[in-house]
């Protein structure tokens, strides 16, 4: 039997515990080599989180939203697995493998300042585990509860440690009205195991709605009650970086303005996925990368040209 350090979907609630894993990958003397200063770093190791309000201008990212709008008419992709839904409206919730999908989209996934600081906080070498848009259109999109990435991707895709970061990249303006991303600062020290088993297949409902995953409401109350919740907004070409382990929700845009965000998700290589650790069967690929992982090495614009 597996030595699994964080046991969750069990039938009797488990108190959570303080995770196992560093924040903050780098060895002492790999530390400084990358972007971030010792600020920055301090600040994700206790916060579990990086804002950039307009990393990219607005004119960098405009044509990403552009193509997503095109992506929204293909009905072929609009009948993959990797479109996801939303419940009540119909309209796209998600689109999964955005890397593989769209060169664009594959190239961002490693420009140099991006990347320099994910090789840096997860010490070393990373490829992309998932990759997706969420969207929530005006008056439609519905929220996303509270959660914990490492739980799921721990849970249902066998990823063993905390060592993966997910790099969140504002396609359209976030503001207070249209569903932004909330996180509980700190979070990310403490495990929460969630209770109740994994359904199977439980990904086709769950991207939808989640239910299975979900921390109890006394966890999330302490938590809160310690570290707060924080909803960092700005315009198009804003970054958050944040943690595996941070919870995280948002509540249903109520507003006439979309809210679209791209997730890449980065994971070290040496922490590739095994059997899932509470789930009968692993998820789809589109879901997580399950093939040897290739290092993403910096994006060149010139190679075609050699």
């Known amino acids: 039997m597996r030595n699994d350090d964080y046991v969750s979907r069990t039938e009797q609630p488990l108190p959570r515990h303080n995770r196992r894993d560093p924040v903050v990958h780098s060895g002492p003397s790999e530390r400084w080599n990358g972007p971030l200063g010792e600020v920055a770093l301090s600040a994700f190791e206790r916060d579990g989180f990086l804002w950039f309000e307009g990393f990219f201008s607005q004119d960098r990212v405009a044509?990403?939203?552009k193509e997503l709008?095109?992506?929204s008419h293909d009905p072929e992709l609009l009948e993959s697995e990797g479109v996801i839904r939303d419940p009540k409206s119909g309209a796209i919730r998600s689109v999964f493998d955005m890397h593989r999908i769209s060169p664009r989209f594959d190239e961002l996934t490693r420009d140099a300042r991006i990347l320099g600081m994910v090789q840096q906080l997860l010490?070393?070498?990373?490829?992309?585990?998932?990759?997706r848009i969420n969207d929530k259109y005006g008056f439609q999109g519905s929220g996303f509860d509270w959660h914990s990435d490492f739980e799921t991707w721990h849970a249902e895709d066998g990823m063993p440690r905390m060592r993966a970061i997910s790099a969140s990249i504002m396609l359209t303006d976030n503001n207070e009205f249209n569903g932004p991303l909330m996180l509980i600062p700190g979070s990310h020290h403490e495990f929460v195991p969630c209770q109740?088993?994994?359904?199977?297949?439980n990904w086709k409902s769950s991207l939808k709605?989640?239910?299975?995953g979900v921390p109890s409401q006394q966890n999330l109350q302490e938590l809160v009650n310690r570290g707060g919740i924080t909803a960092p907004k700005g315009p198009a070409g804003s970054l958050l970086l944040?943690?595996?382990n941070v919870l995280h929700a948002s509540n249903a845009n109520m507003s006439p303005w979309p809210r679209s965000?791209?997730?890449?998700?980065y994971n070290s290589v040496h922490n590739v996925l095994e059997e899932p650790f509470a789930a009968k069967r692993a998820r789809p690929s589109f879901l997580a990368n399950r093939e040897t992982p290739e290092?993403?090495?910096l994006y060149d614009p010139y190679a075609q040209l050699r």
Do not use: K
């Open 63 to 65: 044509p990403f939203f």
């Open 69 to 71: 709008e095109q992506m």
């Open 123 to 131: 010490g070393g070498d990373v490829y992309i585990h998932q990759s």
């Open 196 to 201: 109740g088993a994994t359904p199977d297949e």
């Open 209 to 212: 709605m989640q239910e299975t």
């Open 242 to 244: 944040f943690e595996c």
């Open 261 to 265: 965000n791209l997730f890449f998700v």
């Open 295 to 297: 290092p993403l090495h």
